[in-house]
Every structure is written in C-alpha cells, then in structure tokens.
C-alpha cells in the first residue's frame, strides 16, 4: 500500500533517508509509515508536513478530523 506520505515525498524530491534524518526518526520508521503498517502521531505528521512544504491534511488525509497519538 502506497499512502499519500510517499506520493508526496515523491512530488517533493526528497529521499526517505534524508526526510527521517530531518524529522529525527529512522528511515525504517518513516518505511512504516509510508505503508500505512504504523499510526503517525499529531506532532510527527506535522514535522513531516512542514518538511516537505505541504499541508498536513494533504500529506496525510487519512487522520482528517481524527488526532491519533500511536
């Protein structure tokens, strides 16, 4: 499952490695995320986000209307 985290980062231009190392988490970790196999919290969805220029509902759609802190 492709989610919209990595469709974004793929738009963006930015690697997996260096997107985790600017948000302070393992590449294996933002993997995770990007197959949808781990929840990201409130506070890591918007580090994401404002790393990549985007808003947080355009980069993670899926927790629209929803605060998951997994």
């Not at 974004?8 to 949808?36: H, K, M, P």
């Amino acid at each position: 499952m492709v989610t919209e985290l990595r469709i974004q980062r793929e738009r963006v231009g930015i690697r997996a490695w260096r997107l985790a190392n600017l948000c302070g988490i393992s590449a294996s970790l933002l993997s995770l995320y990007e197959t949808g196999r781990k929840r990201v919290d409130a506070e890591m969805r918007h580090k994401i986000a404002a790393q990549l220029g985007k808003p947080v509902q355009e980069v993670f759609p899926e927790y629209e209307g929803k605060e998951v802190n997994q």
